[in-house]
Nanobody, 122 residues
Framework: QVQLVESGGGLVQAGGSLRLSCAAS????????LGWFRQAPGKEREFVAA???????TSYSDSAQGRFTISRDNINTVSLQMNSLNSEDTAVYYC????????????????WGSGTLVTVSS
């Protein structure tokens, strides 16, 4: 059974930082890219960031570039360090796994987590 379990969400003030983590299990994730998506209230789910199975290739959305950092802590764990948060970052953040970084950024992932809520207060 494939599981992607997110943690680290919560309430943070604007300008603050938060670190999300995702633990993957159930299949060998050694050849999967891992990434993060988010869905704000009333909006569609959108790509945030992805990292290759080796950790050497990353991709970010325009809104995440320069403020968020994705890292592959090990084969089955990915983190998202989020800095300079603002109210527009309020969303449910989902961990996801896909064939590669490019596919994660442009096509529906193969696996999804259940999400963790990030609320940024202004």
């Amino acid at each position: 059974q494939v599981q992607l379990v997110e943690s680290g969400g919560g309430l943070v003030q604007a300008g603050g930082s938060l670190r999300l983590s995702c633990a993957a299990s159930g299949v060998p994730f050694s050849r999967y890219a891992l990434g993060w998506f988010r869905q704000a209230p009333g909006k569609e789910r959108e790509f945030v960031a992805a990292v290759s199975w080796s950790g050497t290739t990353t991709s970010y959305s325009d809104s995440a570039q320069g403020r968020f950092t994705i890292s592959r802590d090990n084969i089955n764990t990915v983190s998202l360090q989020m800095n300079s948060l603002n109210s527009e970052d309020t969303a449910v953040y989902y961990c996801a796994a896909g064939v590669n970084v490019g596919m994660l950024a442009t096509a529906p992932p193969k696996y999804w987590g259940s999400g963790t809520l990030v609320t940024v207060s202004s």
